[in-house]
């Protein structure tokens, strides 16, 4: 199936099983908001749990926060986002539609390095266990040209992103024969620099009004509160804190389902360093996020880091972690090594002193700062994309959900096998026993083929059927959705059974 159809298939998949509805959709939507259903706010908070946990209780030193979405506006003149939070936007003439002139270069790079990636996969096919790939990528002609096409683009785009020479973006579009991808012309207008950031008023009479901005990421929260938290919680450098909240741009394109929002949440860990040790923390920051990522259990070449070639003034190193997502490699999560740049502009724009007393060394300093940001949006995505499978059966196709246990939404069903005989009420005790530790659905429609086949598609890691030796001999049998077996157990057996596969800590272990 073309990745395309995969994809417009797991949208729908999130809308009829209550992961993901459009905002307002009774008024046909608004553009890039959305709402999480009954099943989506749970894996939400599923994955916010498994952030939070491994950032507050797997370190000592790191703790949490949670700073208002209003903020001073000076805060964003000091963040710089008042002056370049911008995309740059180009019009194309004839559809109306609009894009981000850097977003389509970036397209057209990422053709090429898909042109070579196929000629690679192609020949791995041919010439199976033989095959040298290195050899391959150095010397084949279409692999190499097409990775010098590549690379002549980034470099051109980072260089006219530095300069913000908008002119020059829009010569990289001409040149390259870029299209719009509606209407097929190159009518483009001029570029213009378009600012993401929301703005409201504040206040009760019009001329008393402040203007106030609706966050775009929350770091800034935590750099304002930096000394609150140091002197409060008595923090030694090096430290960090963590948080999670809601974040909003005014994104100009918005086109990939809840990948690029305008309303999100994100999770952001700052951690404080001596000056000059940011780049180790950096590398450890680095190998750590990848590690929890990789714990969920999917394919782990879908993930990648992609170093940044062009860094921004401020910052000494940065790297995205991407996933294959069905339209791509996509960042999933920045890491980035700031230097002192963030606490000394709030220094400087504030008067106060954004300063750390260091009883080891006898000196005060601007701390430096490595920060882990991703979005939960975007990891709830790349989750249900790992997670969304079809598989032949011998009666029809059976669409399943195969979620990590410990963020699955429900953990089990209890089905009596019949609504009679007093089946009923012995799924219904079993719940009661179970539902304190564990989110259980009791359903009793339908043959046990469509519940099973219900769950599968939510991603519930287990059934339990009740049948009548249930009431005889206290077993049931569990099902499991990942391989279809099924087994006899005990009753009394089920909270270890459940509690063994589905906790967090199964997850969190594999961090530590
Ligand atoms: P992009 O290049 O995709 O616009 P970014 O580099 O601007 O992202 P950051 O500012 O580094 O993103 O934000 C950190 C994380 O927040 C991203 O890795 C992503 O997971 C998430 N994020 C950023 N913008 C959005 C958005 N509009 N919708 C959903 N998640 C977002």
Same mark, same amino acid.
């Given at each position: ?241 963590? $948080?999670?909240?809601? %974040? @909003? *741009?005014?994104?100009?394109? #918005? +086109?990939?389902?809840?990948? =690029?929002?305008?309303? /999100? ?11 000059? $040790?940011?780049?180790? %923390? @950096? *590398?450890?920051?680095?190998? #750590? +996020?990848?590690?929890?990522? =990789?714990?969920?259990? /999917? ?15 401020? %910052? ?197």
């Amino acid at each position: 199936m073309a990745q395309e159809d995969v994809f417009k298939k797991l949208v729908a998949h999130c809308k009829e099983y209550g992961y993901v509805f459009p905002s307002s959709e009774i008024y046909d939507g608004l553009g890039a908001v959305y709402d999480y259903g009954q099943n989506g706010v749970e894996l939400k908070n599923n994955i916010k749990k498994y952030w939070w946990d491994s950032m507050i209780l797997l370190r000592e030193n790191v703790v949490g926060l949670d700073s208002a979405i209003f903020m001073h506006p000076t805060v964003w003149k000091a963040s710089g986002h008042v002056d370049a939070f911008n995309d740059p936007l180009i019009d194309n003439k004839d559809s109306k539609k609009r894009y981000r002139a850097d977003a389509l270069i970036e397209e057209l790079a990422a053709k090429y390095e898909e042109k070579a990636e196929k000629e690679v996969e192609k020949a791995r096919q041919r010439f199976g266990e033989r095959f040298d790939e290195a050899l391959f990528r150095q010397t084949n002609p279409q692999v190499t040209a097409n990775i010098e096409k590549r690379n002549a683009l980034v470099a051109r785009l980072s260089a006219a992103l530095n300069a913000n020479d908008l002119a020059e973006l829009r010569q990289i579009i001409i040149d390259n024969k870029i299209a719009c991808p509606l209407c097929g012309t190159c009518n483009w207008t001029e570029v213009r620099q378009f600012n993401l950031m929301f703005a409201t008023e504040m206040g009760s009479t019009a001329e008393g009004a402040t203007k106030v901005y609706l966050r775009p990421e929350t770091a800034q929260g935590i750099f304002v509160n930096f000394l609150n938290v140091q002197k409060s919680g008595r923090m030694k450098v090096p430290f960090g804190i963590a $948080q999670i909240g809601k %974040a @909003f *741009r005014n994104e100009i394109i #918005a +086109r990939q389902f809840i990948f =690029r929002v305008r309303e /999100f949440e994100q999770m952001e860990m700052q951690y404080f360093v001596r000056p000059g $040790q940011g780049l180790d %923390a @950096f *590398r450890q920051w680095k190998e #750590a +996020r990848m590690k929890w990522h =990789r714990a969920l259990g /999917f394919n782990p070449a879908d993930y990648r880091f992609h170093d940044h070639e062009k860094l921004a003034h401020y %910052a000494n190193a940065a790297t995205d972690i991407e996933y294959r997502f069905p339209f791509g490699f996509k960042e999933v999560e920045g890491i980035h090594s700031r230097t002192d740049f963030d606490l000394s502009r709030h220094q400087e724009f504030s008067g106060k002193k954004m300063q750390y007393f260091d009883p080891e060394l006898n000196e005060s300093y601007v701390p430096h700062v490595v920060e882990t940001s991703i979005g939960v949006d975007r990891v709830f995505l790349q989750v249900i994309a790992a997670a969304y499978r079809e598989e032949a059966t011998d009666a029809a196709t059976r669409v399943l959900l195969a979620l990590p246990p410990a963020l699955a939404p429900v953990k089990l069903a209890v089905m009596p096998l019949v609504k009679k005989d007093g089946l009923p009420e012995k799924a219904l005790e079993i719940i009661r026993q179970l539902r304190f530790d564990h989110r259980c659905q009791y359903d009793e429609k339908d043959s046990i083929g469509k519940r099973y086949r219900r769950q599968d598609a939510i991603g519930t890691p287990f059934c339990i059927t009740v049948d009548h030796d249930s009431l005889e001999d206290n077993t049931v049998t569990i099902r499991y959705r990942d391989t279809m077996q099924q087994e006899r157990v005990a009753i009394d057996q089920l909270p270890a059974i459940i509690d063994e596969k589905t906790s967090l800590k199964t997850l969190l272990r594999a961090l530590d």
